[in-house]
């Protein structure tokens, strides 16, 4: 594991990223996780996040909230009975984790100055590529700060707008916040997933394991 940073000047967070990898070579790297400075991990964070990570299949991921914590949406936070989830919606911080094979479209990122939206763009790539992307409620960290404290969030929403317009896309919130699948358990010979219904009980089924 290597840890690269970059001098913040005046630009966006994602703008500060792509000088940081500039200097790495990429392909060298199975994982980049991209964290704000201002989070708690629980111990052993990416031994835990990762592995989950990896035998959920997921491309784009973040790790979920503790009820405690500052997130901007309550989808975000830590599901109990829950190792994970696959979902059509990962925020960009402030813990996220993209897979060599997602950084192949997401990369170079785009820099925007406030970096709102810029998920949406992601996971909407990710579904056009076939990709899961998801939420590990095992590792559960804690955002320290609540968003948009240090900056104008009414010019990141202008920006956000802006650039949801430029991309062509149209987000509703009610097809975003969705649990596609939930990881309940993990057995040497599977995987134990359910599918949340609208209606009726969810269906559960064994999944072999990668």
Same mark, same amino acid.
């Given at each position: ?7 913040? #000047?005046? #630009? ?148 956000? #707008? ?49």
């Amino acid at each position: 594991m290597d840890f690269v940073t970059a001098q913040m #000047r005046d #630009r966006g967070k994602f703008g500060n990223i792509n000088t940081a990898l500039a200097t790495v070579k990429l392909q060298d790297y199975d994982w980049v996780v991209i964290t704000d400075d201002d989070v708690a991990l629980p111990p052993r964070f990416l031994d835990g996040f990762i592995s989950l990570c990896e035998v959920m299949g997921l491309k784009i991921s973040q790790p979920a909230h503790r009820y405690h914590s500052y997130t901007s949406f309550t989808f975000n936070y830590r599901k109990w009975n829950s190792l994970g989830r696959i979902t059509r919606y990962v925020e960009d911080g402030p813990v996220t984790a993209f897979h060599r094979d997602a950084m192949a479209y997401v990369y170079p990122f785009p820099e925007l100055r406030w970096a709102w939206a810029t998920d949406i763009a992601f996971c909407n790539a990710a579904r056009h590529n076939h990709h899961n992307v998801g939420i590990v409620d095992y590792t559960a960290i804690e955002h320290l700060k609540p968003a948009g404290q240090d900056y104008p969030m009414q010019a990141a929403k202008a920006e956000a #707008r802006a650039f949801l317009s430029r991309q062509a896309l149209r987000p509703d919130r009610r097809e975003l916040f969705r649990n596609m699948e939930i990881l309940r358990d993990i057995q040497p010979d599977h995987l134990s997933y359910d599918v949340p219904c609208l209606m009726g009980m969810p269906a559960t089924w064994p999944v072999a394991q990668p």
